[in-house]
DNA sequence: GTCTATACGTCGATAGAC
DNA sequence: GTCTATCGACGTATAGAC
């Protein structure tokens, strides 16, 4: 991966974030990296491959992310998983919003192998969720009725931030990725 | 509005919500309701209209009927006024499923006058959720750092319902609802 | 009200000069 | 590696017959 094409990913996922990968052409990627539009199929196979990779590879890191967070804590402490998740997802969509924001609004343009690929990579990172939650649910300090819908209310919360984060906001995103955590323990936990 | 003008409305949400407005095109529409292309613009006015009209009738009914559901109760009991606007919404969000993906997802598309009307229309929703959390935390039934951060995170949460919700799912949308009011009210509670 | 025909712009992508 | 030129498909929207 060369300087030229993380360019051009990056102003693909300004535009896709923004306008949407469908009413983005290539002439308006080409334009924003100062390029004719038949240059950047030197760099490039097609719109869709643009697409495809941006998707796949920040789903993987949050993926990956997730898991090594999981990895660096103590081990039977579910309330410490969870509000660490919470934090890492947080910062994650908040530190790279543009590129969370094409994840998370552009599933339903993806076709075939891509749709399913991202598709499994989604279900995993749900199931990482579960696992904590089910583990908390079995050691008593975690109540709610369902673990599938619980992990979809908190990663629906979480997942909010990046649309309406931005870095000129009053609070840092430290901060907010703190009260999401609070808030979301508080969710789960019995009283 | 005749039964015409609804049936193309309704393909509309219908294509909208699948494919996004953008990558929907006017004869995809004029397919699902079996016309030629032409055929449509002796209802409609143009495609950009047609979206503007499912997002501020859909938006404005959420608006609305939130406002009458708050009407409905017992003054001073924030408490049920936040248990009810809950359900209220992911109720909403289920059985209008379609039109809440596009109210949520082509906020982007909209431009000029209806991008700003929209945005109004949201910001009022929002404000709803905000009295309530506010009136609760004087009354001291609710604890929260941030009125506006909780009223984001606890829409986002009912919100996400539209994107996971299914008819034929082993959850009733009422037992879902309940669910969700039980999860946002625990999120705001002192402990 | 619904159609056929079509105007005219923009799309993704390619050919081939430099 | 970047460009000009261009292809054929498809986009929204309109004209005008019936």
Same mark, same amino acid.
């Given at each position: 991966m060369n300087e /030229? %094409?993380?360019t051009i990913i990056d102003a693909a996922i300004k535009l896709f974030s923004e306008k949407g990968y469908a009413a983005t052409s290539i002439r308006d990627i080409s334009k924003e990296v100062n390029m004719k539009s038949a240059s950047l199929y030197h760099y490039i196979e097609s719109k869709k491959d643009l697409l495809d990779l941006i998707m796949k590879r920040y789903l *993987? %890191?949050?993926? +990956? #992310? $997730? @898991?090594? *967070?999981?990895?660096d804590l103590p /081990?039977?402490?579910? +309330? *410490? %998983? &969870? @509000?660490n998740l919470i934090k890492f997802h947080v910062e994650s969509h908040g530190k +790279? @919003?543009?590129a969370a924001l094409v994840v998370d *609004?552009?599933?339903?343009? &993806? +076709? #075939? %192998?891509?749709r399913e690929e991202i598709r499994q990579l989604r279900k995993n990172y749900e199931k990482l969720w579960q696992e904590v939650l089910e583990r908390g649910k079995r050691k008593g300090v975690f109540d709610f009725k369902d673990a599938k819908i619980t992990s979809f209310a908190l990663i629906g919360l979480c997942t909010g931030v990046a649309h309406?984060?931005?870095d000129e906001g009053a609070l840092s995103l430290h901060?907010? $990725?703190e009260q999401y955590a609070t808030l979301g323990l508080k969710m789960v936990r019995p009283h």
């Amino acid at each position: 991966m060369n300087e /030229v %094409e993380q360019t051009i990913i990056d102003a693909a996922i300004k535009l896709f974030s923004e306008k949407g990968y469908a009413a983005t052409s290539i002439r308006d990627i080409s334009k924003e990296v100062n390029m004719k539009s038949a240059s950047l199929y030197h760099y490039i196979e097609s719109k869709k491959d643009l697409l495809d990779l941006i998707m796949k590879r920040y789903l *993987t %890191e949050l993926v +990956e #992310g $997730a @898991k090594q *967070t999981l990895n660096d804590l103590p /081990v039977d402490e579910p +309330e *410490t %998983e &969870l @509000k660490n998740l919470i934090k890492f997802h947080v910062e994650s969509h908040g530190k +790279e @919003k543009l590129a969370a924001l094409v994840v998370d *609004t552009e599933y339903r343009s &993806l +076709e #075939g %192998e891509s749709r399913e690929e991202i598709r499994q990579l989604r279900k995993n990172y749900e199931k990482l969720w579960q696992e904590v939650l089910e583990r908390g649910k079995r050691k008593g300090v975690f109540d709610f009725k369902d673990a599938k819908i619980t992990s979809f209310a908190l990663i629906g919360l979480c997942t909010g931030v990046a649309h309406w984060y931005r870095d000129e906001g009053a609070l840092s995103l430290h901060e907010i $990725a703190e009260q999401y955590a609070t808030l979301g323990l508080k969710m789960v936990r019995p009283h």
